[in-house]
């Protein structure tokens, strides 16, 4: 099975970015398998109904989002309609939505997505450890689904690490998001679980993490808002993470750093090109 991850989407330009350049993925690479990080697609903060369709309809097969989900309160009520929408699978009992979401994918494998979000510098959460453990124990690789794909949304990358050890073996992929910035660690671990600490964003590099860059740097200096963050309106980079699953373990092959822009040294997955 050939999956794609793609990093947190920031604004229209990332929005933008992704409506040009998915579709010609997907063609490119044969995907079988897409899922995208939505939760600051809506002007930077948070996602929209209309916003996440737009993102399927480009290929997305799956949206998964992090702390900033409830950003545009409409979510509250149409996640609840979006079955291809997640929010943290570890919120507390009662929370909108849903965390996992089990998808077919255009390979006719049965695929189980779960979004996770950390607690190390983040809001108190449920224990995204415990959270995971007892999904797995209900919906085993290889038994009751083809793959499993997780997106971790952490701000540590100790706490991205341990999870991934946590469950290697257990799942096809885990994926970092959150600090919009991709890392240089992608690996597959020893039980054959494909990691990144984290993807980087879909968005302008141009910036402080997406946003206009004079508003961060001027709260930097001087510790004294002066407007609101806006997201960055220069030409968006891709990034993400692409995997080759074995179809009949459900555990990584072979994984590749995908990064499309000016502002990125450009990286894609080799061995999907012919």
């Known amino acids: 099975m050939r999956f794609l991850f ?7 330009a990332g929005r933008q970015a992704i409506f040009e350049e998915l579709p010609k993925f997907r063609e490119k690479y044969k995907l079988d398998l897409v899922v995208i990080n939505g939760e600051n697609a809506a002007g930077g903060f948070g996602i929209t109904e209309k916003i996440h369709e737009e993102l399927l309809d480009a290929g997305a097969d799956v949206v998964t989002t992090g702390n900033h989900v409830w950003d545009q309160r409409e979510i509250l009520v149409s996640i ?3 079955e291809r929408l997640l929010r943290p699978l570890n919120f507390p009992e009662g929370t909108p939505g849903r965390g996992a979401q089990i998808v077919e994918a255009r390979n006719g494998a049965s695929v189980l997505v779960m979004n996770l979000m950390g607690r190390v510098f983040m809001n108190e959460m449920n224990c995204p450890f415990e959270a995971v453990d007892r999904e797995l124990a209900a919906c085993r690789l290889g038994e009751a689904v ?4 997780i997106d971790m949304h952490a701000e540590a990358t100790s706490e991205k690490q341990a999870m991934g050890h946590f469950v290697d073996g257990r799942v096809s992929c885990i994926v970092g998001t959150h600090t919009h910035t991709p890392t240089a ?4 671990l020893p039980n054959g679980t494909a990691y990144m600490s984290d993807a980087g964003m879909c968005g302008d590099y141009d910036s402080v993490l997406g946003m206009d860059k004079t508003e961060p740097v001027n709260r930097f200096v001087s510790r004294i808002p002066s407007g609101r963050f806006e997201p960055a309106l220069g030409e968006a980079s891709i990034s993400g993470l692409a995997v080759e699953i ?3 373990t459900g555990l990584a092959l072979r994984q590749n750093p995908l990064r499309l822009g000016r502002s990125l040294r450009s990286a894609e997955p080799h061995f999907w090109v012919e």
Do not use: C, N, P, S
Not at 146 to 149: E, G, P, Q, V, Y
């Open 6 to 12: 793609l990093g947190d989407v920031v604004g229209k």
């Open 146 to 149: 083809d793959a499993i794909i």
């Open 80 to 82: 609840e309609r979006q």
């Open 185 to 188: 660690d992608d690996r597959i």
């Open 246 to 248: 074995d179809d009949k």
